[in-house]
């Protein structure tokens, strides 16, 4: 059996603003954190024509993310596998996560949940969520009788 350390940079100062009843951590991410292995990181933009999400997965098969909108929410899910082990190897120290993970975002009204798209990259997702076109306000001519 090797023994595995898994290098956390934050998890004393997290374990100490535990006990005070703090943490770095929003409650949805702590939430998330205690039913899944790791919250991949995501960049959030918003453009003229639409919404664009990056979420960084390294090492996950885009094939196997799954991305469903259901009541306004985009949800995103998977899981990066572990490598196996070969033996007589052990690591040093453990820095990636591994595991299922499970991502969930609110879209504003404006957001068109008909026509999201999601394309992987060099361990990049990238959602594409178009906006709803905008009725333009127009002047109502007034005819005289």
């Given at each position: ?19 005070k009843g703090q943490s770095f951590r929003g409650a949805e991410e702590e939430r998330a954190a ?10 959030i933009r918003e453009e003229s024509h639409q919404f664009v999400i990056e979420i ?90």
């Amino acid at each position: 059996m090797s023994y595995m350390n898994l290098y956390e940079p934050w998890g004393l100062l997290n374990q100490v603003l535990k006990n005070k009843g703090q943490s770095f951590r929003g409650a949805e991410e702590e939430r998330a954190a205690s039913m899944y292995n790791w919250i991949p990181t995501a960049d959030i933009r918003e453009e003229s024509h639409q919404f664009v999400i990056e979420i960084d997965v390294p090492g996950v098969e885009p094939s196997e993310i799954e991305v469903s909108m259901k009541a306004g929410i985009l949800s995103v899910q998977g899981e990066r596998k572990q490598e196996k082990q070969v033996d007589g190897e052990s690591y040093q120290r453990v820095e990636r996560f591994y595991g299922t993970f499970h991502r969930q975002f609110s879209l504003p009204d404006t957001a068109d949940s008909e026509k999201i798209s999601a394309v992987g990259k060099e361990g990049v997702l990238y959602i594409s969520i178009p906006k709803k076109a905008v009725a333009q306000p127009r002047r109502i001519k007034v005819d005289v009788q």
